[in-house]
């Protein structure tokens, strides 16, 4: 079964700092990964997602993400923080079973702090 | 406009009242999902359609029912509600491994 691990349910960054907000997953097939924001009073939007090519996967807004298959992990980051990126992001891992069945993280919110 | 949308944004209720929430979608997408979002524990998956004639459980349909109307249309019915209820919904439609949401609606229950 499938399963998605957020660690830190908020983390807080000055403006320019680094981004790291970390993702580990389980999954008994090859595993669908993304990254969805949520802004205030919003729905999801999706960040990025890695779909088997390329381990490190650029997203939206300066964000990437790297798949190491080794650590189970698929982390994001951004080298420098903005105000506006101030949000909840949840990590997700999808399986095709027929149609495609995702699983979503508790989320963390993201802090900016000016 | 929004590609996903639902109604209302906001509703406040009492237990026993049976609500419906409702979501209409104008990307044309075969697969919609309703899910629940409580803090700390993320998104969880209430029911989910692959096209009109199918619906299936996900893993807290228990005290909710759904009906999908047309393939634009998806609704979520509490038959009778219960604070352990009050939570923000939403909607969202899918295509390939991609899910689009809806903007939420919070609903509480008194």
């Known amino acids: 079964a499938q399963s998605v691990t957020q660690l830190g349910s908020h983390v807080s960054v000055s403006e320019g700092a680094l981004v790291l907000l970390r993702c580990n997953y389980s999954s008994s097939v090859p595993p669908y990964l993304f990254w969805y924001v949520q802004y205030p009073n919003q729905g999801l939007q999706l960040l990025l997602k890695y779909t088997s090519a390329a381990t490190l996967v650029k997203g939206i807004n300066g964000f990437e993400a790297e798949f190491k298959k080794s650590e189970t992990s698929f982390h994001l980051t951004k080298p420098s923080a903005h105000m506006s990126d101030a949000a909840e992001y949840f990590c997700?891992?999808?399986?095709?079973?027929?149609?495609?069945?995702?699983?979503f993280g508790a989320g963390t919110r993201l802090f900016v702090k000016a | 406009d929004a590609d996903v949308t639902q109604t209302p944004r906001n509703r406040i209720t009492k237990t026993g009242k049976r609500i419906m929430l409702e979501c209409s979608q104008t990307?044309?997408?075969?697969?919609m999902y309703w899910y629940r979002q409580d803090p700390g524990l993320g998104l969880r998956l209430i029911y989910y359609s692959f096209d009109v004639k199918d619906i299936n459980k996900g893993e807290i349909s228990d005290g909710y029912s759904v009906s999908r109307q047309a393939q634009a249309k998806f609704s979520l019915s509490l038959e009778s509600a219960i604070p352990n209820q009050t939570a923000l919904y939403f909607c969202?439609?899918?295509?390939?491994?991609?899910?689009?949401f809806g903007p939420g609606t919070r609903l509480t229950v008194l």
């Open positions: 969202a439609t899918s295509v390939a491994d991609t899910q689009y």
């Open positions: 997700a891992v999808s399986e095709y079973t027929g149609g495609f069945k995702t699983i």
């Open positions: 990307k044309g997408h075969d697969r």
